[in-house]
């Protein structure tokens, strides 16, 4: 949550872990020239907020929902992992990263805006302090491109 004053002075929450009209927006007009990976850092809730396990077991149950989707898609998980530590400069400590491979921006916009996932994402908020989503354009890569 981002904490904001407003003009007269007044406290206001805004959730920043669902994506805004305006990102949308910008992924959606961006140059759609093939795939697209989705570099998410995540962060733990100690307790999920729907009473049911930790952050990362509601991240789970959240995942599991989302993979028939992200395969409807085209989609794949490259590679995700804990993040063990800070190797340089001062930012957010996070819990996890994973990148998520989707066949173009459209599709990730499609995927995130459907009914099926507005259905699952109450799970991944539950779950998570933090969520930040980098879209990134291949420039090099060692992974084999997956079959067609």
């Known amino acids: 949550m981002l904490r904001q004053h407003d003009s007269s002075g007044v406290v206001r929450e805004e959730n920043t872990m669902d994506p ?10 961006a140059p759609d020239e093939g795939p697209v990976v989705m570099l998410n ?14 952050g990362r077991d ?4 959240y995942s599991s929902g989302f993979m028939p989707l992200l395969k409807r898609c085209g989609g794949t998980v490259l590679w995700g992992g804990n993040v ?3 190797a340089l400069g001062q930012g957010e400590k996070w819990d996890y990263a994973v990148l998520v491979q989707y066949p173009s921006r459209k599709d990730f916009v499609e995927t995130i805006t ?5 259905g699952i ?23 084999i491109p997956p079959a067609r």
Do not use: C, M
Request: net charge negative; aromatic share 8%; hydrophobic share 30%.
């Open 20 to 29: 805004t009209s305006k990102q949308l927006s910008a992924l959606a007009e």
């Open 41 to 54: 850092l995540v962060r733990f809730r100690d307790r999920a907020t729907d009473g049911d396990g930790t």
């Open 58 to 61: 509601a991240y789970l149950r």
């Open 84 to 86: 063990t530590g800070t």
């Open 114 to 118: 459907s009914p099926e996932y507005q």
């Open 121 to 143: 994402n109450s799970t991944r908020l539950a779950g998570l302090e933090d969520h930040l989503i980098l879209a990134v354009s291949e420039t090099y890569s060692k992974f």
